[in-house]
């Protein structure tokens, strides 16, 4: 069971309100920490157990193209990322959709996950700006359960707009 929320531009908090983390695009120096990032998401997320070296290697193998297009912010060091958000899709008409979002559990309740998508929200609407595009939807969606989650992603100007289930066959 998901929740599927999406920006309220009039609810999206400024920097003075919900300062960046020090938000930063993924290097390629990144991949594998993001890997483990991924693979920490895929259990907290109930899709299985840890995929092993060859569920790794596929989330290393997508995430390196990912890094090398830009759709990938992280906080953290270089080589050490804490924390990931994927812009899954950015669409001039339809907008963008936001995955892939996961703190690192020792760097959890510091509120990153919350700074990090705030960032990333106010980058979108900065840049469709610039592009003479009008303000987006910025969607992403949750586990109903993630109660942390729902708090950070109301706390960045998100509401729920709808549950719904991911069915994964």
């Given at each position: 069971d998901q929740r599927y929320l999406c920006a309220d531009m009039d609810a999206v908090p400024d920097a003075s309100t919900v300062a960046d983390p020090g938000v930063r695009r993924a290097e390629p120096a990144d991949v594998e920490a993001l890997a483990?990032?991924?693979?920490?998401?895929h259990i907290d997320d109930?899709?299985?157990?840890?995929?092993?070296?060859?569920?790794?290697?596929?989330y290393r193998d997508r995430l390196a193209v990912a890094v090398r297009s830009g759709t990938i912010d992280v906080v953290g060091p270089v080589g050490r990322p804490v924390a990931k958000l994927e812009r899954s899709i950015d669409h001039p008409r339809y907008g963008v959709q936001l995955a892939g979002i996961v703190v690192a559990p020792d760097h959890r309740g510091r509120g990153i996950g919350r700074g990090l998508v705030a960032v990333a929200t106010r980058t979108v609407i900065a840049a469709r700006a610039e592009r003479g595009l009008g303000p987006p939807g910025v969607t992403l969606h949750t586990r109903a359960a993630n109660a942390p989650a729902?708090?950070?992603?109301?706390?960045?100007g998100f509401r729920v707009l709808e549950p719904w289930r991911l069915a994964v066959a």
């Open positions: 483990t990032l991924a693979v920490r998401l109930g899709f299985g157990p840890d995929p092993g070296e060859a569920g790794r290697r596929g729902l708090v950070a992603y109301a706390a960045a």
